[in-house]
């Protein structure tokens, strides 16, 4: 019976932790493709990747789940770019993608 409760706890577990990676990624993707529409550019491939999971204290003090994810967008149809993201819990902690055309125009 101890072995159940165990088995349990354990697959509760598991599918929260899948649960909130989840979510997360559903952010990013809300994120990145906002991004890419305000600067006028093609998000490729409808999606993010995973690229990376640690531990991290917040501003609080708290620690928390740290992740990091990548996406592909295209100013002229043609070049593949990088955009990078990084989530800690549901707060935007970094982002490196494409910028609005005004700002590009700065530059």
């Known amino acids: 019976m101890f072995d159940l409760v165990l088995v349990m706890i354990a697959g509760a577990a598991a599918f929260a932790f899948w649960s909130a990676g989840r979510g997360a990624a559903e952010r990013a993707e809300r994120i990145g ?7 006028g550019v093609q998000w490729l491939d409808q999606t993010v990747h995973a690229a990376g999971l ?3 204290r917040g501003e609080d003090g708290r620690l928390g ?3 990091s994810f990548r996406f592909e967008y295209s100013e002229d149809g043609t070049e593949r770019h990088v955009g990078r993201l990084v989530l800690h819990g549901d707060t935007l902690v970094s982002f490196s993608g494409p910028v609005r055309a005004s700002q590009r125009d700065l530059h």
């Open 33 to 39: 493709r906002q991004a890419c529409r305000a600067a």
């Open 65 to 67: 789940l740290e992740r």
């Open 54 to 56: 640690r531990l991290r």
